[in-house]
């Protein structure tokens, strides 16, 4: 387990369930940093948000790089963040000096004005940014991104809208099925069930069964960080989110 995380969040709500990650401290031996930005993310005008990441990448790099230079092992480090903060951890990985980050999480990181090639690397969550790059998609081609951004990329369900986020807010605005990356994962790391993934192609082809065969993964900071590509985590409507099969406990990541 990482023994420090960055948590990010866009607005209150992300930056209350951030808090749950006390659920860390109760899990292993460990320290929770959690850097609340949400008055700059929450600007009315998103590209000012947007710019501010860059503020808040690099003065948590400068954190990291001192707490490094008292003795913190970055490759036990997990950054994890929301929407414009899964964008933020990445420019975090880009700009430390001292060593590689260990973990890079993105939970459904921002697309607007990144996605297209429209944000250079530097300023954005890529695969090369940390020793393992995490990314979960949730609402890919509204608010999140609909890039391949980590060394492993989850899709929970088709990656772009989520099994009960279904009312008027949620088609105007998609904001359930964003925010629904928080939940996916506090309740990877403190949840009795897992949630597992199996790489495949596309999600039709998951549907299909076509799948079933294929790599595994199992969310959350134990990860199995030697796997690669695309995966697709199927979910309930409400939580506990995780969906089981009746042979769940072979559900184990692959070695």
Not at 53 to 67: M, S
Not at 84 to 92: R, S
Not at 234 to 253: H, I, M, Q, R, V
Request: some cysteine; charged content about 25%.
């Amino acid at each position: 387990m990482p023994i420090l995380n960055l948590h990010y969040s866009g607005s209150q709500q992300g930056c209350s369930k951030a808090h749950r990650t006390g659920a860390y401290v109760s899990k292993s031996d460990c320290n929770v940093i959690i850097v609340d930005w949400h008055s700059l993310a929450q600007s009315m005008l998103y590209p000012e948000s947007k710019a501010d990441t860059e503020i808040v990448g690099e003065r948590t790099a400068e954190l990291l790089d001192n707490l490094a230079d008292n003795g913190l092992d970055l490759s036990r480090v997990n950054c994890v963040g929301h929407s414009l903060g899964g964008q933020t951890v990445g420019i975090v990985g880009d700009r430390v000096t001292k060593s590689r980050v260990g973990m890079l999480t993105g939970l459904d990181p921002a697309g607007p004005m990144y996605d297209h090639n429209s944000t250079p690397n530097k300023n954005k969550l890529d695969s090369e940014d940390g020793t393992f790059v995490l990314a979960v998609h949730t609402n890919a081609k509204r608010l999140g991104s609909r890039e391949m951004l980590g060394t492993v990329d989850v899709w929970v369900n088709d990656g772009t809208s989520q099994p009960g986020c279904s009312d008027i807010k949620e088609r105007a605005t998609g904001l359930c099925s964003h925010q629904r990356a928080i939940d996916i994962w506090v309740e990877s790391i403190i949840g009795v069930q897992p949630f597992v993934g199996w790489q495949c192609d596309s999600w039709s082809t998951f549907e299909d069964g076509e799948c079933e065969m294929n790599s595994k993964i199992t969310m959350g900071d134990n990860i199995n960080q030697s796997s690669q590509g695309l995966f697709f985590v199927p979910t309930g409507s409400k939580s506990p989110f995780a969906e089981l099969s009746d042979d769940d406990d072979e559900y184990d990541d692959d070695e």
